[in-house]
């Protein structure tokens, strides 16, 4: 695995070299942060979800009647329909953009 | 050390049944490297340093599905520690390029270390962030060339540039600090 192109500098190796860091509490205090996190993804998840189903129909009991008075044709389910697809791309699109995956392409370091 | 296919196994425990405790055996395993690696970068100020290992591995946690299982686990977890890196250097107004040593905070001291691990921390405050990363993850973490210029995101020809800029100056202050071959620093 290692490279040779600097064999010379095996001192520097020796230098460098550690014993293991004693965990220290640390895989648990990671672990809560985990378990913080999921909690939070599991809520944020239903919020999001329960928005992406209201607003349609909210949008479609209000608009529905504001729009379909007129012509006395009612097309609530329509404006449902319609509402439930938008939201539901932005929802979507939400949680693609927080699940999306890491950018580790993105160069951060250059 | 654990065999690469027990890392897969735990691995694909976690990524299919959402597994904890795979998780936490994963974390126990690698979490000496990252912050060893992370306290060479940070300096002196080791809760920074787990700070930034935390935030590491629960990033890990989180795109754990977007790890394709080339190149070592480690690897990977260097590549997200070291943009951890990265980012508080940047939120803290710091360069990357050109980080010196005055920048790296200093009123926290290490303690019931090693001289010669004070030592081997105050030779590399002199180096670059860039010549340090790469100098800690050849040398240290054993990464090749190749890997170095992935998690760095930089190109293989910079890699060589840092090292051996990198290995230079350590092997200047390494020259003068031992004398007659002992390592003691300044």
Same mark, same amino acid.
């Given at each position: 695995?290692?490279? %040779?192109?600097?064999?010379?500098?095996?001192?520097?190796?020796?230098?460098?070299?550690?014993?293991?860091?004693?965990?220290? /509490?640390?895989?648990?205090? $990671?672990?809560?942060?985990?378990? %913080?996190?999921?909690?939070?993804?599991?809520?944020?998840?239903?919020?999001?979800?329960?928005?992406?189903?209201?607003?349609?129909?909210?949008?479609?009991?209000?608009?529905?009647?504001? $729009?379909?008075?007129?012509? /006395?044709?009612?097309?609530?389910?329509? $404006?449902?329909?319609?509402?439930?697809?938008?939201?539901?791309?932005?929802?979507? /699109?939400?949680?693609?953009? $927080?699940?999306?995956?890491?950018?580790?392409?993105? /160069?951060?370091?250059? | 050390?654990?065999?690469?296919?027990?890392?897969?196994?735990?691995?694909?425990?976690?990524?299919?049944?959402? #597994?904890?405790?795979?998780?936490?055996?994963?974390?126990?395993?690698?979490?000496?490297?990252?912050?060893?690696?992370?306290?060479? !970068?940070?300096?002196? #100020?080791?809760?920074?340093?787990?700070?930034?290992?935390?935030?590491?591995?629960?990033?890990?946690?989180?795109?754990?599905?977007?790890?394709?299982?080339?190149?070592?686990?480690?690897?990977?977890?260097?590549?997200?520690?070291?943009?951890?890196?990265?980012?508080?250097?940047?939120?803290?107004?710091?360069? !990357?390029?050109?980080?010196?040593?005055?920048?790296?905070? #200093?009123?926290?001291?290490?303690?019931?270390?090693?001289?010669?691990?004070?030592?081997?921390?105050?030779?590399?405050? #002199?180096?670059?962030?860039?010549?340090?990363?790469?100098?800690?993850?050849?040398?240290?973490?054993?990464?090749?060339?190749?890997?170095?210029?992935?998690?760095?995101?930089?190109?293989?020809?910079?890699?060589?540039?840092?090292?051996?800029?990198?290995?230079?100056?350590?092997?200047?202050?390494?020259?003068?600090?031992?004398?007659?071959?002992?390592?003691?620093?300044?």
């Amino acid at each position: 695995m290692m490279d %040779h192109e600097q064999p010379q500098e095996e001192w520097l190796r020796q230098l460098l070299e550690e014993e293991a860091l004693p965990d220290e /509490g640390f895989t648990e205090a $990671v672990m809560g942060r985990v378990d %913080h996190w999921v909690k939070l993804r599991r809520f944020l998840l239903g919020l999001t979800w329960l928005t992406a189903a209201i607003v349609p129909l909210l949008t479609a009991q209000f608009l529905g009647e504001l $729009v379909v008075s007129n012509d /006395g044709n009612p097309s609530q389910l329509a $404006v449902y329909l319609l509402f439930l697809l938008l939201s539901s791309g932005v929802c979507g /699109g939400f949680w693609i953009e $927080v699940e999306g995956g890491l950018s580790l392409e993105r /160069g951060d370091g250059s | 050390m654990r065999p690469k296919s027990d890392i897969g196994q735990l691995l694909q425990r976690i990524v299919v049944n959402d #597994d904890q405790e795979a998780f936490r055996q994963l974390v126990s395993h690698h979490q000496s490297p990252v912050r060893q690696f992370l306290r060479r !970068l940070a300096g002196p #100020d080791h809760g920074r340093a787990d700070d930034l290992a935390q935030e590491t591995f629960l990033k890990a946690y989180r795109y754990l599905h977007s790890y394709r299982g080339e190149g070592r686990f480690l690897s990977w977890l260097l590549k997200i520690a070291y943009q951890e890196f990265v980012k508080d250097l940047r939120r803290h107004k710091l360069d !990357l390029a050109s980080t010196p040593a005055e920048l790296i905070p #200093d009123q926290v001291r290490p303690h019931g270390t090693l001289e010669s691990r004070m030592t081997v921390n105050q030779m590399l405050k #002199d180096l670059g962030a860039e010549e340090r990363a790469a100098v800690v993850l050849h040398y240290q973490e054993g990464l090749t060339h190749a890997e170095i210029a992935d998690t760095m995101a930089i190109p293989l020809g910079t890699v060589k540039t840092h090292l051996r800029r990198g290995v230079a100056k350590l092997r200047g202050q390494h020259g003068a600090g031992a004398g007659g071959g002992s390592h003691d620093g300044p």
